[in-house]
């Protein structure tokens, strides 16, 4: 799944930016919301392809 990639991708590159908000640098603080935004909407995409491949498994009996 390439959303799950890029969302762990995601997260390790935040790491500095999350450890300088806790520090107070509100730049950092605003990269961390762009980026976790960015996170969220992998996460959507996660989930969506999950449901697909169950979808797919079942063999779309639905009756």
């Keep these: ?3 799950y990639e890029r969302m762990k991708k995601l997260i390790a590159e935040c790491d500095d930016d999350v450890k300088k ?3 107070g640098n509100k730049a ?3 990269r961390v919301r762009k980026t976790m935004q960015e996170i ?3 996460a959507q995409a ?3 392809d999950v449901l697909n ?3 797919a498994s079942e063999g ?3 009756d």
């Design 1 to 3: 799944m390439e959303a």
């Design 21 to 23: 908000a806790i520090g």
């Design 28 to 30: 950092a603080g605003t």
């Design 40 to 42: 969220k909407e992998c």
């Design 46 to 48: 996660v989930r969506q």
């Design 53 to 55: 491949m169950r979808d």
């Design 60 to 62: 779309g009996d639905k």
